[in-house]
């Protein structure tokens, strides 16, 4: 009967659990900098074209 106690209290569990959480939040930022990131390469690609057509003039 102890051991039944024992493994009722038994918390190891918790730092699976815990491992889990965090490899979910690890994967919900990582996508969320990607999604972001790819939204950034268009408004940089703009910023290039326009930088690419300003006529510098030759001293």
């Known amino acids: 009967m102890k051991n ?3 493994f009722i209290k038994d ?3 918790d730092f ?3 491992g889990l ?3 979910i939040v690890v994967l919900l930022v990582a996508g969320a ?3 972001f990131a790819g939204s950034l390469k268009g408004k940089f690609d703009g910023i290039k074209g ?6 510098v003039p030759h001293i």
């Open 50 to 55: 326009s930088v690419d057509n300003v006529q």
């Open 21 to 23: 959480w965090i490899v």
């Open 16 to 18: 699976i659990q815990n």
């Open 4 to 6: 039944l106690v024992n």
């Open 11 to 13: 918390e190891r569990g």
């Open 33 to 35: 900098s990607l999604a």
